[in-house]
């Protein structure tokens, strides 16, 4: 995952495929796809945006 310079962490090609992720207010993370940026924004917590980056890093499947 990279970071990007306002602090985000996107997944994502020259055609803008993957995810935004954006930090937020209280350490929340924003998670959007990268295509449709006026679409739906799912909002997750620090404690639950944290379990899910390290169960990815570790190559656990990963449910909601």
Known sequence: MQQAPDGSRARADSD?????????????????????????????????WDAFLNAAQRGMPVRP
């Open 16 to 48: 803008r495929e993957g995810v935004e992720a954006p930090h937020l207010a209280r350490g929340a993370v924003g998670v959007r796809h990268g295509k449709n940026r006026s679409g739906s924004i799912l909002v997750y917590g620090p404690e639950v």
